[in-house]
């Protein structure tokens, strides 16, 4: 009896255990490679060129989107992350930031944890530079040094939430069940051998096409594990509390991807495919002879009304 | 549109990302409900002087109004608006009308 409840205990725990890794080939927290000591390294670490040999639809979709440029942005997010700093981080009095030399990743995080999460394999050193960089494109468009600025434009561009970004270093969310990404491995919806000479292998990422994964930057609001927390998106938390709650149940993907026909080249409110999506809009018109007061008397008025329905799955606009 | 407070304490709006933090007030379009709006648009008119009375005329018994609506990511129109939405109506007044 003894001996069969044992075996039954282990068949449990076998199928526990299948259970966690039939989805995912994460493994032990790799070793942390070493820091990329420039803009160059860093980039050339997550270079995407190197997947367009074989999925270059995917890439050439990619190439319009705005994770292809995340820190450049429209590009109003480079200027953004200077003023952050020269508003916020250089005035507040406990930051340690008084220079630009005081500058380490840490400070940069509370823009790079969404536009550029890898920036945590990379030395202080790589965090000034990209600041550099940004006040050089900044003058050298003042200075009307267009090559120049083309140039810099350039560099910060190659930094970008590009194939591994997504498809590895934040392909796997829950880490203590499902293990953590490993360097040998890219991540997506397939399992098996992978044509190349480092990442040699796929696997499923679990969550990879559900909506908490957009989530992981396109957030709840506040990030609060930071030491000075900041908010640019709170798109997962209206698409949480303001959707779902209310009966939604379509994903980021469904829409962005699959729906809109625009698969990874993901858009917003500057894509006609996704402004159709996102609302109906109906107007009305009329007419009327207003009787308004005794000293203005009767105002001829047309009225305008305006039914403006979203359709999304949060509200609008928000990112 | 979200108005985050700044630093997620008293009154004050905040703008910038290392400032923003919770929301103040929310004007944005919500998912799964309809917003309405309403315009009004005075037509032209005038009043005249006839026999000691005073009339008032419509100076136009017909509008054209263009409705667009526009998403100002920053706030402003600085180049980076983006019509949504754009129609136009033909409303009119054409009627017998004697201001009494």
């Known amino acids: 009896m003894k001996r069969a409840f044992i075996a039954g205990i282990a068949a449990f725990a076998g199928a526990a255990l299948m259970a966690f890794n039939a989805y995912s080939e994460g493994g032990p927290k ?20 190197r997947c367009a040999e074989c999925h270059e639809d995917i890439y050439d979709e990619w190439q319009y989107s705005l994770h292809s440029h995340s820190i450049l942005g429209s590009p109003r997010t480079a200027p953004t992350i200077i003023t952050a700093i020269e508003n916020g ?3 507040f009095p406990y930051s340690g930031v008084k220079n630009d030399e005081d500058l380490t990743v840490e400070h940069l995080m509370i823009c790079a944890k969404c536009h550029l999460p890898q920036l945590d394999e990379a030395t202080d050193d ?49 880490k203590w069940a499902d293990g953590y990404p490993q360097y040998d491995t890219v991540y997506g919806s397939s399992e098996g051998d992978h044509e190349d000479e480092e990442l040699v292998k796929m696997a499923e990422a679990p969550a990879i096409g559900e909506s908490i994964f957009c989530g992981q930057c396109h957030g709840l609001g506040p990030n609060f594990e930071l030491d000075h927390p900041s908010q640019c998106a709170t798109l997962y938390g209206s698409y949480l509390f303001a959707y779902v709650a209310h009966g939604g149940s379509e994903t980021c993907q469904e829409c962005h991807m699959e729906k809109s026909g625009l698969g990874h080249d993901m858009q917003s409110y500057k894509d006609e495919a996704m402004i159709d999506m996102a609302l109906d809009v109906k107007v009305e018109g009329r007419s009327i002879f207003w009787r308004k ?20 799955g949060h509200v609008i606009p928000d990112g | ?22 929301l103040l007030r929310e004007t944005s379009l919500a998912p799964g409900k309809t917003t309405h709006e309403t315009f009004e648009i005075t037509y032209p008119f005038e009043d005249k002087e006839k026999d000691g009375k005073t009339r008032r005329e419509l100076i136009e018994d017909e509008l054209t109004v263009t409705v667009t609506l526009w998403y100002v990511p920053f706030g402003e129109f600085d180049g980076n608006e983006v019509a949504f939405f754009e129609t136009e109506k033909d409303i009119n007044l054409k009627t017998e009308w004697v201001w009494r």
């Not at chain 1, 790799?30 to 060129?49: F, G, Q, V, W």
């Not at chain 1, 600041?131 to 003058?139: E, L, N, P, S």
């Not at chain 1, 083309?150 to 392909?171: F, M, P, R």
């Open chain 1, 30 to 49: 790799p070793e942390p490679l070493p820091k990329a000591k420039t803009i160059a390294e860093l980039a050339e670490r997550y270079d995407s060129e």
């Open chain 1, 293 to 312: 007061n005794k000293a203005e008397g009767v105002v001829p008025i047309g009225i305008i009304d305006v039914s403006m329905y979203n359709k999304a």
């Open chain 1, 126 to 174: 790589v965090a000034r530079e990209i600041v550099a960089t940004i006040k050089g494109w900044q003058q050298a468009y003042r200075d009307g040094d267009t090559d120049k600025a083309e140039k810099l434009e350039e560099t910060i561009a190659s930094l970008n939430i590009g194939c591994t970004v997504c498809h590895q270093k934040v392909a796997i969310i829950h």
């Open chain 1, 89 to 91: 981080i250089k005035l």
């Open chain 2, 1 to 22: 549109m979200p108005f985050p407070g700044r630093l997620g304490r008293g009154k004050e709006m905040g703008r910038g990302p290392y400032e923003k933090s919770g």
